[in-house]
């Protein structure tokens, strides 16, 4: 049981170009979501789902897609990279079993947007 | 809306001593409330959830929260502060809806440790 991993560990990217951070969780979770972490902001939410074919926009989508294909996997797509998007990604997952629920996060990813 | 206020980015105490992080909530709902520790380079722990049951909750590394109601506080406490304890903590509150549990963080308050 890996939990929740997140790939790659450490990106640098140019301004405009394009890519797709990896998440997968083995806990058969239905909830999964993406933040963003920024010195003296907290973590703010990218974008998150509820299952499987259903994802939603969080508080500071833009800039980015996802999508939901299996139960499994979340993948964060920057279209068209910024500087303002330099930042500390987390994807986590949660369960909402009998209302008795925490959400795991992952190890992060962290991107430098040149 | 939900959101949450920590107060005080930056804490500091002495070794052995207590440790009060403050964190305040507001939720149009009954909420849940967490706290979570960060330590350097590395993702976010969960230290204790509330979840509506004893409005004292205990978690690991022996902090604990009490949810009070009337204040809309969820302060974290450790009675005596240990060198390890130095990380970033956030405060985190998320409706009691099902279909409804986005997670609000706060900003964070890092906790130096004096020798």
């Not at chain 1, 640098?12 to 990896?22: C, E, F, I, P």
């Not at chain 2, 002495?14 to 380079?41: D, I, K, M, T």
Request: aromatic residues 12%; glycine residues 8%; contains cysteine.
């Amino acid at each position: 049981n890996a939990g929740v991993t997140q790939t790659p560990k450490f990106q640098v990217l140019k301004t405009g170009q394009s890519m797709t951070l990896q998440c997968a969780q083995d806990m058969n979770h239905e909830y999964m979501s993406w933040y963003r972490q920024d010195p003296g902001m907290g973590l703010r939410l990218i974008h998150y789902s509820v299952g499987a074919g259903i994802t939603d926009q969080g508080e500071v989508p833009n800039g980015y897609n996802v999508s939901r294909s299996t139960t499994e996997d979340f993948p964060l797509r920057l279209l068209s990279a910024a500087p303002s998007q330099t930042s500390v990604y987390f994807c986590a997952s949660s369960l909402f079993k009998d209302r008795n629920y925490e959400q795991y996060f992952g190890p992060g990813t962290r991107l430098t947007v040149t | 809306a939900q959101s949450v206020t920590q107060l005080g980015s930056h804490v500091s105490v002495s070794e052995g001593a207590l440790v009060l992080l403050r964190c305040n909530y507001s939720s149009s709902v009954p909420p849940y409330l967490f706290w979570y520790v960060q330590y350097p380079n590395q993702g976010l722990q969960l230290l204790l959830k509330y979840t509506s049951a004893a409005t004292l909750v205990k978690g690991i590394n022996g902090f604990e929260a009490e949810f009070k109601k009337s204040e809309t506080s969820f302060h974290l406490t450790k009675p005596s502060a240990h060198m390890s304890d130095a990380a970033e903590y956030f405060c985190a509150v998320s409706r009691r809806d099902f279909g409804n549990e986005k997670l609000t963080f706060g900003t964070g308050t890092r906790l130096t440790i004096i020798p």
